[in-house]
């Protein structure tokens, strides 16, 4: 919390919303299966809380009921990170685009060679993991200048 307090950029912690709410995090992040979501948004309160929707839209339309912040899609690549993830293609950050009135965020496998896609196909944030902090060729710092 102190690098990202001091670098201005917010401090989410994935699938543990009492951890978050404890150390007063500035959100979270829950997979399908990371408890429930009606009890991570009044924990919660006013912080940010996203959900994972993998490639469906139902369960974006439970984590809007359930007052999310942001939706995420995804696994939209091959990730080392979760090699077992749920795929999801560009049709439903298409039909999120013009359906979801929240940020959307696509999530797995992304890199700076296939990010753009994303984007174009109606992602407004992208997150990356694996790229920066578990990439054989490139140190963290220089992974993330590849995307500036």
């Known amino acids: 919390m102190k690098i990202t307090t001091k670098h201005k950029v917010k401090f989410i912690i994935n699938d543990n919303f009492i951890l978050a709410s404890k150390i007063n995090a500035d959100g979270?992040?829950?997979g399908q299966n990371?408890?429930?979501f009606s009890k991570a948004r009044k924990k919660l309160?006013?912080?940010?809380?996203g959900i994972t929707c993998h490639n469906s839209k139902k369960l974006a339309a439970n984590a809007i009921k359930n007052?999310?912040?942001?939706i995420a899609f995804?696994?939209?690549?091959?990730?080392k990170l979760k090699q077992n993830a749920?795929?999801?293609n560009l049709n439903i950050l298409r039909w999120a685009k013009h359906?979801?009135?929240?940020?959307?965020?696509a999530i797995g496998g992304i890199?700076?060679?296939?990010?753009?896609k994303l984007i174009r196909a109606g992602a407004k944030y992208i997150a990356i993991s694996s790229f920066i902090w578990d990439n054989p060729n490139l140190k963290p710092e220089l992974a993330i200048r590849k995307f500036k």
Do not use: L, T
């Open 28 to 30: 979270c992040h829950m």
């Open 34 to 36: 990371d408890g429930s």
């Open 45 to 49: 309160k006013y912080k940010i809380f």
């Open 67 to 70: 007052n999310a912040s942001y």
């Open 74 to 79: 995804g696994s939209f690549f091959k990730s």
């Open 86 to 88: 749920i795929k999801a």
């Open 99 to 105: 359906n979801v009135k929240k940020p959307i965020v």
């Open 111 to 116: 890199n700076n060679k296939n990010y753009k």
